[in-house]
Nanobody, 114 residues
Framework: QVQLVESGGGLVQPGGSLRLSCVAS????????MDWYRQAPGKERELVAR???????NYVDSVKGRFTISRDNAKNTVYLQMNSLKPEDTAVYYC????????WGQGTQVTVSS
């Protein structure tokens, strides 16, 4: 099965930016959708952003205008550009391949704090 590895998380101040990467072990061009989820302590895991194989994108309302999901099929990689970060964005961010089966990465920690 495809394996996913996230990177790019870290500590950032409010208002700052981070770019998360999710590298897949196989081509992602045929996968219906690649997603970014996040889970904060004590909170439910939520879908943050999705990009389909056709290029369509969707975002949870709380990140619209701040986050951008994109992909580079040649690099088997999806990205999540996060701007104007808020403390509420603090969470473990997970990459997910959504196709016939759901494949999850291990997650990368994003902490927004002064």
């Amino acid at each position: 099965q495809v394996q996913l590895v996230e990177s790019g998380g870290g500590l950032v101040q409010p208002g700052g930016s981070l770019r998360l990467s999710c590298v897949a072990s196989r081509t992602i061009s045929s996968i219906y959708a690649m997603d970014w989820y996040r889970q904060a302590p004590g909170k439910e895991r939520e879908l943050v952003a999705r990009i389909t194989k056709y290029g369509s994108t969707n975002y949870v309302d709380s990140v619209k205008g701040r986050f951008t999901i994109s992909r580079d099929n040649a690099k088997n990689t999806v990205y999540l550009q996060m701007n104007s970060l808020k403390p509420e964005d603090t969470a473990v961010y997970y990459c997910k391949a959504a196709g016939s089966a759901f494949i999850w990465g291990q997650g990368t920690q994003v902490t927004v704090s002064s």
